[in-house]
């Protein structure tokens, strides 16, 4: 991997247009206009190259991988994406890609997590060939055991961006959408607006653990928006407020 036996493959800091010339069979599915969309509207058509791997699971490996999330503790609110492309059917019986949806803004060291295997609504990808999976580059996930009678091949890409990602997606029911910064589970809120999708909690959430969530959800929604105002459930608004009134005590 990086040997001279891959005279075409891509450097760290590439354009992500300009990877995999033809007749690269990766680069075509990358230049299809469906993965073109979707690669434009999370890390805008500026974005680069970070790396890619193969991911090879033999039929009737009993190994997997530990759950994790790539590389290393990352606070920046800006994210990556990988790509996850299948390039032949996964079957039901091949194991597949294990991830725990809503994981993403949980920043954890690598492995980490690596103890745990049956978090509450952790879900098993399997599907056709030539199918692809875009991920948050925190979300936890973890290739699994293939107890079936077919090889299992996965082909990964990172991409960075590379400029703000701010309203990259088609925006146009945005402000029909966009919830009012006083909107709040406890006082008055709108069951239409988008505070109550992200009000969404996960299997493997507790009371806690969501309230949290909301303060990250509401932050990312923020930098995606550029609406510097939207809060949910009021967490980021008391603080701002009283912010000025004294200093936290030590």
């Known amino acids: 991997w990086g040997s ?3 005279p075409f ?22 230049r299809h206009p469906s993965v073109r969309r979707i690669v434009d509207s999370l ?6 190259f970070d790396h890619d791997f193969v991911h ?48 993403h803004l949980r920043r954890v060291h690598e492995t980490q997590v690596g103890r745990y295997r049956h978090l509450r609504g952790e879900r ?20 699994m055991e293939n107890p079936g009678s077919v090889d299992r091949l996965m082909y990964k890409i990172r991409l960075n961006p590379t400029q703000p990602q701010l309203r990259r997606w088609d925006t146009s029911d945005l402000q029909q959408r ?11 809120f709108d069951l239409a607006k988008i505070g109550m999708t992200l009000r969404h909690r996960e299997d493997w959430m507790g009371e806690q653990d969501h309230r949290l969530e909301l303060v990250a959800r509401a932050d990312l929604w ?15 608004s008391r603080l701002a407020r009283r912010a000025p009134l004294g200093e936290v005590a030590s």
């Open 222 to 236: 923020r930098y995606l928006t550029g609406d510097t105002e939207f809060d949910i459930d009021w967490y980021h």
């Open 56 to 103: 090879f699971k033999p039929a009737g490996d009993p190994g997997f991988q530990p759950l994790h999330a790539d590389a290393i503790i990352d606070l920046n609110t800006a994210f990556d994406i990988q790509i996850f492309y299948f390039p032949h059917e996964v079957h039901p019986d091949g194991g597949g890609t294990g991830f725990v949806p809503g994981t």
């Open 9 to 30: 493959a891509p450097s760290s800091g590439d354009g992500w247009d300009e990877i995999y010339p033809e007749p690269s069979a990766v680069g075509a599915v990358l």
């Open 124 to 143: 098993r990808w399997t599907g056709p060939a030539g199918s692809i999976l875009v991920f948050h580059h925190g979300l936890w996930h973890r290739g």
């Open 43 to 48: 890390v805008g058509p500026e974005a680069v």
């Open 178 to 188: 966009q919830s009012a910064s006083n909107d709040h589970i406890f006082a008055t």
């Open 4 to 6: 001279p036996k891959r």
